[in-house]
């Protein structure tokens, strides 16, 4: 009997709730606005919905925020890298100068005081041909300028005068197969010679001769004038070795050098017309 009560419990509230779908649907379409049972359950359902767009909006947030700080601390760590090698470069250069001031001084190295009287220069001309390589210039031995003045750039050596007028001059530069001048590896104090040399005049390069069978040379040393004979001052820088190679014969060496003046792109200069130099 109990089963049967509740079997028609069930069936009565099915029909009920049939009943007001119809009512509301009915109600809906003769009206146009939402039927009461609809309003009851937007009441019900809206405030469940606000809480679940309240806590995907946290989760959202947060995953966003701890989005940004694995971005924050990727870029910490980077600039603390960065600062660590910049460390390591301070230390390195700091090492490199002690170990030149302790290889001056076992060298019985001074400071060079040098004292050189220049005249400014402007170019004027270029003949770069297949024999030689020449500037003109628009100083001459009215402005004191003479044959065999050492060129400069505040870089290093562009070569020497070869003739002069009143009013300009004639630079051989120094890859020109006519340029040849004492040097020194500035690292070791290796004496030597620096040339032309018709081979590597077309690459802008020069050479390196006369090096001692156990010459102790590497490249990237830098290579500058010797003073050797007087004619041309000591400490000028010319340029960078390229590379070490066996000379003919198989025994002996020589050095490409690169200058570090590219007389081809040079349009001023200065001519060392008088110079002192002590040790």
Same mark, same amino acid.
């Given at each position: 009997?109990r ?6 419990r ?6 009920v709730?049939?009943?007001f ?31 679940g ?32 090698d910049?460390? *390591? *470069? ?19 190295m ?37 044959v065999?003045?050492?060129? *400069?750039?505040?870089?290093g ?7 002069v ?15 040849q ?21 077309? *690459?802008?390069?020069?050479r390196l ?9 590497v490249?990237?040393?830098t290579?500058?004038?010797s ?6 001052p ?7 070795v390229e ?6 014969n ?8 690169k ?21």
């Amino acid at each position: 009997m109990r089963r049967k009560n509740y079997t028609s419990r069930f069936f009565i509230c099915i029909a009920v709730v049939v009943a007001f779908c119809l009512l509301s649907a009915v109600y809906s379409g003769l009206t146009g606005n939402a039927s009461p049972v609809t309003r009851l359950v937007g009441i019900v359902t809206t405030p469940l919905q606000k809480l679940g767009t309240g806590i995907g909006g946290v989760f959202g947030k947060g995953h966003e925020y701890f989005f940004e700080v694995d971005e924050l601390k990727a870029e910490n760590e980077k600039l603390k890298q960065q600062v660590r090698d910049m460390e *390591q *470069q301070v230390r390195d250069a700091a090492v490199a100068l002690d170990e030149n001031d302790r290889l001056r001084t076992q060298l019985g190295m001074a400071e060079r005081n040098r004292e050189l009287t220049l005249q400014t220069a402007e170019v004027i001309g270029r003949n770069p041909g297949d024999w030689a390589t020449t500037l003109t210039l628009d100083k001459g031995s009215s402005s004191g300028v003479e044959v065999n003045d050492l060129v *400069q750039t505040e870089d290093g050596m562009v070569g020497y005068v070869s003739s002069v007028a009143s009013n300009y001059c004639e630079v051989t530069t120094v890859v020109d197969v006519e340029m040849q001048c004492g040097a020194l590896v500035t690292r070791t104090r290796e004496a030597a010679i620096a040339e032309g040399n018709y081979d590597l005049m077309a *690459q802008g390069f020069l050479r390196l001769s006369y090096l001692k069978e156990n010459a102790d040379l590497v490249i990237g040393d830098t290579i500058e004038t010797s003073g050797r004979g007087g004619v041309f001052p000591k400490g000028i820088m010319i340029g960078t070795v390229e590379s070490v190679l066996p000379e003919e014969n198989g025994i002996s060496y020589y050095a490409v050098i690169k200058p570090f003046v590219n007389a081809e792109m040079v349009t001023s200069v200065s001519i060392i017309t008088d110079y002192t130099i002590t040790e």
